[in-house]
């Protein structure tokens, strides 16, 4: 916790919290990334 009240500090809070929202976004990219290969696979699998 003294650590990222630190870099909060050293960085500056837009930094921080820019950071903070990409590690929690990323998992979700990747699911949506796999839900859409997924839903291409479907359509060329109705058109054959």
Request: hydrophobic fraction near 55%; aromatic fraction near 4%; avoid cysteine.
């Amino acid at each position: 916790m003294e650590s990222i009240l630190q870099a909060i500090g050293n960085l500056g809070f837009p930094i921080a919290v820019s950071v903070y929202l990409l590690v929690r976004i990323e998992a979700k990219l990747e699911n949506l990334a796999a839900s859409i290969a997924g839903l291409a696979q479907a359509v060329n699998g109705l058109r054959k």
